[in-house]
């Protein structure tokens, strides 16, 4: 009996490095957040305790309540669209598509997975672009949108959430596929040799024996990437600032020194090129580019004058 608990004590041991990281690195921070948010302090000057006050002013920012909402709109996305986008993903490979290509469609689903969120949503604000964007070109040759018509995704306050939201699903559908595709791997083949044969289809086998199957597996599906989300929204809202898309993170107030010179110059070229691709589009449409290309230089030479 002691030699039984004394190799209990022994396995505490292991705990205990693992222990001490997450009370420096976890719980010593939020506690030391706490500290923080009572103070009057921007990092560099010195700390005046204010107690509550800033908590008070949180709670009275409209900005503070709307981005809640969008968080929690956001939570409720992912929660139930990450795990339907891999289930769906993970039925397609398994039962759908020859096992011979199957490895071949897990690699394509899972590739998203890895690249960076930044790229995901540098990727996606180019796709969405109403100028150059690849949707806006597909609905102009299907005649939905006609003429100089364009649709900012991005820009419309109605459809802003749900357009920055398709990139993290694009992207993180492919981690439940793996988690869902090892269950089905799992799962008893006899069983649903049985229900084809006694006359059940592909739909009611999904429905009456593999999703029962996989209830379990839909609990603690749901990694910390639900709320990695910064860098992708930031990235698609770079343009498009608003609190229609604006996460927490987002609406923080931050106190961030002028721009420098450099940096005024890198935002002076983007805006130059997006000037440049919109008065193209436009001699584009008039013609102008072919038949008047004096007066297109002459809207350039202009432009540089602005900048």
């Known amino acids: 009996m002691k030699k039984l ?17 997450m009370g420096v690195f976890i719980i010593y921070s939020m506690i030391l957040n706490v500290q923080i948010s009572m103070t009057d302090w921007s990092g560099l000057s010195e700390k005046h305790f204010i107690a509550f006050a800033n908590y008070v002013k949180l709670f009275r920012d409209k900005a503070f309540w709307d981005s809640l909402g969008v968080q929690l709109i956001w939570m409720l996305l992912s929660t139930v669209f ?4 891999g289930l769906i993903l993970s039925i397609i490979v398994e039962y759908f598509i020859h096992r011979k290509l199957q490895a071949v469609f897990r690699t394509l689903f899972f590739m998203p997975m890895m690249m960076s969120l930044v790229a995901v949503g540098i990727l996606w604000t180019l796709i969405y672009n109403p100028l150059i964007g690849v949707i806006n070109e597909i609905l102009q040759v299907l005649g939905i949108l006609s003429g100089n018509q364009t649709l900012d995704l991005l820009g419309d306050r109605s459809t802003a959430l749900l357009a920055a939201f398709i990139p993290a699903l694009w992207q993180w559908s492919g981690f439940g596929m793996v988690v869902f595709s090892a269950a089905l791997q799992g799962m008893s083949r006899e069983l649903l040799e049985a229900a084809s044969l006694d006359g059940c289809s592909k739909w009611q086998q999904i429905r009456y024996i593999i999703l029962p199957l996989l209830r379990p597996h839909f609990c603690g599906r749901f990694p910390e990437e639900d709320f990695m989300i910064y860098d992708a929204v930031h990235q698609a809202v770079l343009l498009h600032e608003g609190h229609s898309t604006r996460l927490l993170e987002l609406a923080a107030p931050l ?18 090129f997006y000037k440049t691709l919109e008065i193209k589009a436009r001699h584009n449409e008039k013609g102008r580019m072919t038949h008047c290309p004096k007066r297109f230089w002459a809207d350039m030479v202009e432009l540089h004058g602005e900048l």
């Not at 020194?257 to 805006?271: D, G, I, K, M, N």
């Open 82 to 85: 990450h795990a339907l986008g």
């Open 5 to 21: 608990k004394s190799q209990n004590n022994i396995g505490y041991l292991y705990l205990l490095p693992a222990v001490i990281l």
């Open 255 to 272: 106190e961030l020194p002028p721009p420098s010179a450099r940096e005024q110059q890198f935002q002076a070229l983007w805006t130059q």
